[in-house]
């Protein structure tokens, strides 16, 4: 049940027929944000019916498409005033790409708290140069048929806790080797990747010469 039988998957992979695993997968994620309090009940029994009703990967989408974490809406955070009146460096609460590209890198204040969302688009966060303001960050990044890049630097200690449905979600390939230490700061991703792919890899800082390390 749920095998591909002979169907030409060439086009529109939203058609591609789903497995039990993948019901069971969105039916623990649907009584993850029941328990969060993001759906009430009637809320959970409608979509978990429609969930172990659903025959493709794209019946899957509306049951899930706005149970991504987010944060306030307003996509950027106030400068904070610093000594002599000039603002410090602005920072983003979200991040979000539909049918698009959205890209955080360079010097930007990350709050304790970030999300990201890629629709058919893709996200790039970049820590190597932001400023963090916890030493423990939650990154709640979910895609659909789009993907979330995360980079961060060696010192980071990255937790990954997502879930794939027919997509990648986890650590990616390093080009750096990980220097953790006690004082490492700790980066928690989680999240879905619906037919799409979220991502963290450690990476040299900017500037660093691609033919020391190869194509990063």
């Known amino acids: 049940m749920g095998e591909l039988q002979g169907r030409d998957m060439s086009g529109d992979p939203g058609r591609m027929r789903i497995s039990d695993a993948d019901r069971h997968k969105v039916a623990e994620l649907l009584r993850t944000s ?23 990967y794209a019946d899957l989408i509306p049951i899930t498409a706005d ?16 000594a002599g009146g000039v603002a410090a460096m ?8 539909i049918m698009g590209d959205c890209k955080r890198r360079g010097a930007w204040h990350v709050p304790e708290s970030h999300a990201a969302f890629a629709l058919m688009g893709s996200v790039l ?13 939650t990154i709640n990044a ?10 961060v630097p060696a010192h980071f200690n990255v937790i990954v806790d997502g879930t794939p449905i027919m997509g990648d979600y986890g650590q990616g390939r ?5 220097d ?19 991502s963290v890899t450690r990476l040299p800082p900017p500037g660093t010469p691609k033919k020391i390390l190869g194509t990063y």
């Open 174 to 178: 390093d080009k750096v080797a990980a």
């Open 67 to 82: 149970l991504h974490p987010v944060v306030p809406m307003s996509g950027s955070l106030q400068p904070r005033p610093v």
């Open 125 to 137: 966060i970049d820590l190597r140069q932001a400023t963090m303001s916890s030493h423990d960050t």
């Open 90 to 97: 602005s920072g983003h609460a979200s991040s979000t790409a």
């Open 142 to 151: 979910s895609a659909i048929l789009g993907d979330v890049k995360i980079v």
């Open 180 to 198: 953790i230490g006690p004082d490492s700061p700790t980066i928690r991703v989680r999240g879905i990747a619906l037919m799409g792919s979220v």
């Open 34 to 56: 029941a328990g969060e309090g993001r759906l009430d009940l009637d809320e959970l029994d409608e979509r978990l019916e429609q969930a172990f009703a659903a025959k493709t």
